[in-house]
């Protein structure tokens, strides 16, 4: 299964981005989506996740201004980013949890994507 992110971008303090990310390939199904977030210098941490139940979890640095989504038929999961901060620079990583068809059985899988890079600054 294979993940392509984007969305990324500079913005300034304040501003807004929403970022994207398609999972394609042999999906029987897709339990979690997520985000993730590594800053230079700084361990990646879990920004937001949603599940097929549509039940969301948030880090407490994102709450109130980030929102997680999906789109199950397109298989996508989307992070609309609001008022946001110098501290919300990363390189954005989403990931992805599923049963996957492997030679005609279903196979767990876990897959991440490439990063998109978000940048805040004036």
């Known amino acids: 299964v294979q993940l392509q992110a984007s969305g990324g971008g500079l913005v300034q303090p304040g501003g807004s981005l929403r970022l994207s990310c398609a999972a394609s390939?042999?999906?029987?199904?897709?339990?979690?989506m997520a985000w993730n977030r590594q800053a230079p210098g700084k361990q990646r941490e879990l920004v937001a996740y949603i599940t097929s139940y549509g039940n969301t979890k948030y880090a407490d640095s994102v709450k109130g201004r980030f929102t997680i989504s999906r789109d199950n038929a397109k298989n996508t999961v989307y992070l609309q980013m609001n008022s946001l901060k110098a501290e919300d620079t990363a390189a954005y990583y989403c990931?992805?949890?599923?049963?996957?068809?492997?030679?005609?059985?279903?196979?767990?899988?876990?897959?991440w994507g490439q990063g998109t890079q978000v940048t805040v600054s004036s």
């Open positions: 390939g042999s999906i029987f199904s897709i339990n979690v």
């Open positions: 990931n992805v949890v599923g049963i996957a068809i492997n030679s005609g059985a279903r196979a767990d899988f876990a897959s």
